[in-house]
């Protein structure tokens, strides 16, 4: 699978994990969508309440390797990878606000 392919569908899995916590937890709230920024190196995850300007860092991703980064700020990703998009459960590294801490 390319890098491209993958990343749609960790993209998408996260998409789903997100709408059932939200459905869950913030049933009133708006509706969280994820949306994909590509940069030179890095592509950027951010979350966005549909209807509402509000946007926000969801995790980067490395397109050379697929690893699975957290963000240090909203132009760049921290140091360590939290997983990797190429992995048999991709989503594993996030969570329903981002990239998962290190343990």
């Not at 132009?75 to 190429?86: E, L, T, Y």
């Not at 969570?95 to 801490?101: D, I, Q």
């Amino acid at each position: 699978m390319d890098t491209k392919a993958a990343l749609t569908q960790f993209v998408a899995l996260a998409q789903d994990m997100l709408d059932a916590y939200m459905a869950k937890h913030f049933a009133l709230n708006g509706k969280k969508v994820l949306t994909v920024e590509p940069g030179r190196r890095y592509t950027r995850i951010v979350t966005q309440t549909e209807g509402r300007d509000d946007r926000s860092c969801y995790c980067f991703v490395d397109m050379t390797n697929g690893d699975v980064l957290m963000s240090a700020s909203w132009k760049k990703p921290a140091k360590h990878a939290r997983g990797n998009i190429f992995d048999a459960d991709p989503i594993k590294a996030v969570g329903p606000h981002g990239a998962n801490y290190m343990r």
